[in-house]
């Protein structure tokens, strides 16, 4: 249930599997979280002060090189993949300290960085504004194109005899006979061995029943696509106000906005100017870059920041994969291979023990 980028890439594992499996989406695949997302594969960054969230990134990260390269074999598309590192730039003493910290860290744990100071900025972004205190480098870094990978995934589903249901969304989970699972939508009863539930901030409105509702809440993202002469970045840009991501076509994406408005998706004129404010003070030259489309998505927060992803304890054969948050494109290889081993019974990952929906309750 749900055919954003969770849900269209475990289809994708499932069916190349050999398991028989349909996708219910009230949307078109990846019209939900995955629509306002810039790709970003930094678990360095993105961890947040985490150990957990560094340590199940940093495994994702691993994973997505041969994930990549199956993906593009089996849908026959070109996706957006690289990994040339991100440039993280301080502007302040705290800033400063904290980046060599981080440097300090990795290299205990053999992963490579490096700290820039401006006069080098040249080097490696030159674009950057010289008014920073210096940059740090982490080369394994990278991005990837979310919606085209998300749409690749699908199509490489369908080729192995996924079927999609769009504009149909699922309303009621509930136990069926000899461990099943029966799935009710408005105009159809469906029966299965396994569900997985996978449908980010709509997740809480799905009943499940004998359950608790599953404690996630959408945050709203806006992301801004400006348009630059390609080149004009090397790499992700990062910074205290936000981020940059450079495609080849030399479109930059601009992120992100953090904002509790329950399923509001509308995008306002005030994250426009700061996003765009934001942007300049990382690369003055993108002052005069024409704003090409604003992107809004709901990406669904749960009470830890990390994912919901295990076996129900209340109804046999239903799977919860959900709660991503800011990382569910870093954790997409690590979720497709948990989700497949709890659907095809192999033994336990260790991961699912942070991972497991009852440590919130009756899930």
């Not at 489309?293 to 959900?322: E, Q």
Request: some cysteine; glycine content about 10%; proline content about 7%.
């Amino acid at each position: 249930m749900g055919a954003g980028i969770v849900g269209c890439t475990v289809a994708y594992e499932l069916s190349r599997s050999g398991a028989q499996v349909q996708v219910l989406e009230p949307r078109s695949p990846g019209q939900g979280a995955t629509r306002a997302s810039a790709g970003i594969l930094a678990p360095f960054i993105e961890g947040h002060g985490s150990t957990l969230l560094r340590d199940l990134g940093k495994r994702s990260l691993d994973l997505f090189d041969p994930f990549m390269s199956r993906l593009r074999d089996d849908s026959g598309q070109e996706l957006i993949y690289t990994r040339n590192g991100t440039f993280e730039m301080a502007f302040s003493q705290q800033d400063v300290t904290r980046l060599r910290d981080l440097s300090a860290l990795l290299a205990a744990q053999q992963i490579e960085s490096r700290w820039i100071e401006p006069a080098g900025f040249a080097a490696f972004e030159p674009n950057a504004a010289p008014d920073a205190a210096g940059a740090l480098l982490i080369p394994t870094h990278g991005f990837v194109g979310v919606t085209s990978l998300t749409l690749a995934a699908a199509t490489a589903a369908e080729k192995f005899g996924a079927r999609f249901s769009v504009a149909t969304g699922a309303i009621n989970i509930r136990p069926a006979a000899n461990g099943r699972v029966t799935v009710r939508t408005l105009d159809a009863t469906l029966d299965a061995d396994r569900v997985i539930l996978a449908a980010g901030s709509w997740s809480s409105q799905i009943t499940v029943e004998g359950a608790a509702a599953v404690p996630v809440k959408p945050i709203r993202g806006q992301l801004l696509q400006l348009q630059a002469p390609p080149g004009a970045l090397q790499r992700v840009i990062w910074g205290p106000g936000g981020y940059l991501v450079p495609w080849p076509d030399g479109s930059v994406l601009v992120g992100s906005t953090v904002e509790d408005v329950g399923f509001d998706e509308a995008h306002t004129q005030d994250a426009v100017e700061r996003l765009k404010a934001a942007a300049v003070s990382l690369v003055p030259s993108l002052a005069g870059a024409e704003l090409a489309s604003v992107r809004t998505g709901l990406r669904p927060k749960g009470p830890d920041d990390v994912p919901v992803l295990g076996k129900s304890r209340v109804v046999p054969g239903l799977i919860y994969a959900t709660a991503h948050y800011r990382n569910g494109v870093l954790f997409t290889p690590l979720t497709v291979a948990l989700v497949s081993d709890l659907v095809f019974d192999r033994a336990p990952d260790p991961a699912l023990r942070d991972l497991d929906p009852a440590r919130f309750g009756g899930l």
